[in-house]
């Protein structure tokens, strides 16, 4: 989040427009303050001020999926709610209410988080794709292409395994039997779902080491280490 924030307000150094790299912290851009090459999906909105940059688009829907994440929950709610603080350790609070007061009960936001976080994972893909750009324009791949790949793999990764989107594809559902389709896509939402802590950590990892390789790059720092062209 300190990160996130910092480099939300620097709105600088986000787009390499040799090999269309996009930083996917600045993915989608869509004010006209935007670099030129850097809207992917045109300028409906008008130069903003400087206290809004173009991330705030974006930034709070990833925030707010993550922050909801049940995995994220089990560890700041330790941490910070104390709920529980250890185990067989009594709570510090008066009575147990789990997410049916506020503040807690705003983790019901979560499902709704699940779908602007399908279509920002898209939205990335498509940045990797065009980032299939060498410098005379044509096909090329270098080290920031095969980091936006692992990045998209493991943005995918931990957005599908959502305990969300493993009730979404096999919730409410009194008979598996009568839906193959859907109990197969639920053994695999679970197969993901028992590796979401990793996907979790690995996914923000992942964003962060992108958005920061691609501003050196963008920056001057060093340049992009070609593979292909």
């Given at each position: 989040?300190?990160?996130?924030?910092?480099?939300?307000?620097?709105?600088?150094?986000?787009?390499?427009?040799?090999?269309?790299?996009?930083?996917?912290?600045?993915?989608?851009?869509?004010?006209?303050?935007?670099?030129?090459?850097?809207?992917?999906?045109?300028?409906?909105?008008?130069?903003?001020?400087?206290?809004?940059?173009?991330?705030?688009?974006?930034?709070?829907?990833?925030?707010?999926?993550?922050?909801?994440?049940?995995?994220?929950?089990?560890?700041?709610?330790?941490?910070?709610?104390?709920?529980?603080?250890?185990?067989?350790?009594?709570?510090?609070?008066?009575?147990?209410?789990?997410?049916?007061?506020?503040?807690?009960?705003?983790?019901?936001?979560?499902?709704?988080?699940?779908?602007?976080?399908?279509?920002?994972?898209?939205?990335?893909?498509?940045?990797?794709?065009?980032?299939?750009?060498?410098?005379?324009?044509?096909?090329?791949?270098?080290?920031?292409?095969?980091?936006?790949?692992?990045?998209?793999?493991?943005?995918w990764a931990y957005t599908l395994s959502c305990h969300s989107c493993r009730h979404l594809v096999g919730g409410k559902l009194?008979?598996f039997s009568k839906h193959p389709v859907r109990y197969w896509?639920?053994?695999?939402?679970?197969?993901?779902?028992?590796?979401?802590?990793?996907?979790?950590?690995?996914?923000?990892?992942?964003?962060?080491?992108?958005?920061?390789?691609?501003?050196?790059?963008?920056?001057?720092?060093?340049?992009?280490?070609?593979?292909?062209?």
């Amino acid at each position: 989040m300190v990160y996130g924030t910092i480099r939300a307000f620097m709105n600088v150094w986000y787009w390499v427009p040799e090999y269309h790299y996009l930083a996917p912290f600045y993915s989608p851009c869509l004010s006209t303050s935007c670099v030129p090459g850097s809207s992917h999906f045109g300028q409906p909105f008008p130069d903003l001020v400087p206290w809004v940059p173009p991330p705030l688009f974006v930034l709070p829907f990833v925030l707010g999926f993550r922050l909801t994440c049940y995995y994220y929950r089990k560890a700041y709610y330790r941490a910070f709610w104390a709920s529980p603080p250890a185990c067989a350790v009594t709570e510090p609070h008066a009575r147990y209410t789990g997410e049916t007061r506020f503040p807690l009960i705003m983790q019901n936001v979560h499902r709704y988080f699940f779908y602007p976080a399908l279509v920002i994972a898209a939205i990335l893909t498509y940045d990797t794709v065009i980032a299939f750009h060498g410098a005379d324009g044509g096909f090329g791949i270098g080290l920031g292409t095969v980091l936006m790949v692992v990045n998209v793999v493991l943005l995918w990764a931990y957005t599908l395994s959502c305990h969300s989107c493993r009730h979404l594809v096999g919730g409410k559902l009194r008979h598996f039997s009568k839906h193959p389709v859907r109990y197969w896509l639920w053994t695999k939402a679970t197969w993901l779902n028992g590796r979401h802590m990793l996907l979790a950590w690995s996914s923000l990892v992942s964003v962060a080491l992108v958005d920061i390789y691609v501003m050196l790059v963008a920056a001057g720092a060093f340049p992009d280490l070609r593979l292909i062209n």
